[in-house]
């Protein structure tokens, strides 16, 4: 998505050769006009699907989220990572390993909100290891939901979750595919354009 790859390549900051900052837009400040225009690209490309819900995780996937399920007409339903006062049973868990954090931690959704009746679109912010994503589907899969794909703004080609998840049978639709992100510099897929 073009928009996307020129936000990033005017706005982006290379913290190391595996870490991309996006503050400016994404995960500190958001951009909504962006975040609208991303949501639309995610619905037409699951259009077709007959999605009944989008799931995601807090924090930094609710934005692009709502936007594709405001497109979608259809609700979001974000996993929480912290466990609420008021959410205590009934719930969907998985864990999830942070190769970046070196920490597991449980993530959960309430059996109020997904069930085996949702064809469920997973929309994330960002794609590394893919260790939230697998999360996301295992919850869907406990709920017996069936899963429509996975749509990422930005996934980080050279590191796993892409391959992880491709190589599962999932449809993984990536708006921004990075590279390389060595000598200080984002280096993109070449995009396909449907
Ligand atoms: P994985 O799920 O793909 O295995 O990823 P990982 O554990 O490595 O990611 C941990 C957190 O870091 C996630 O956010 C993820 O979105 C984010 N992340 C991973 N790589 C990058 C990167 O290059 N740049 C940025 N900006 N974020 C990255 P989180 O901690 O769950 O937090 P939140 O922002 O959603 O609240
Ligand atoms: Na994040
Ligand atoms: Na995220």
Known sequence: MELLIEKIKNEGIVLSSSVLKVDSF?????????????????????EDCGITKILTIESSGIAPAVMTGLQLNVPVVFARKRKSLTLVNNLFTASIYSFTKEETSEISVSNQYISEND????????????QAALGLVEIASKAKASIA?????????????GSLLRGQ???????????????????????TTE
């Open 26 to 46: 994404l995960n500190h400040q958001i951009d909504p006009q962006l975040m609208a225009e991303i949501g639309k690209e995610f619905a037409r490309r699951f």
């Open 119 to 130: 064809k469920v679109l997973i929309i994330d912010d960002f794609l590394a290891n893919g």
């Open 149 to 161: 794909g996975i749509g990422i703004m930005i996934e980080k080609g050279f590191q796993d979750g």
């Open 169 to 191: 049978g999932y449809r993984v639709e990536s708006l921004a595919i990075i590279n390389s992100l060595e000598d200080g510099l984002v280096s993109f897929e070449q995009q």
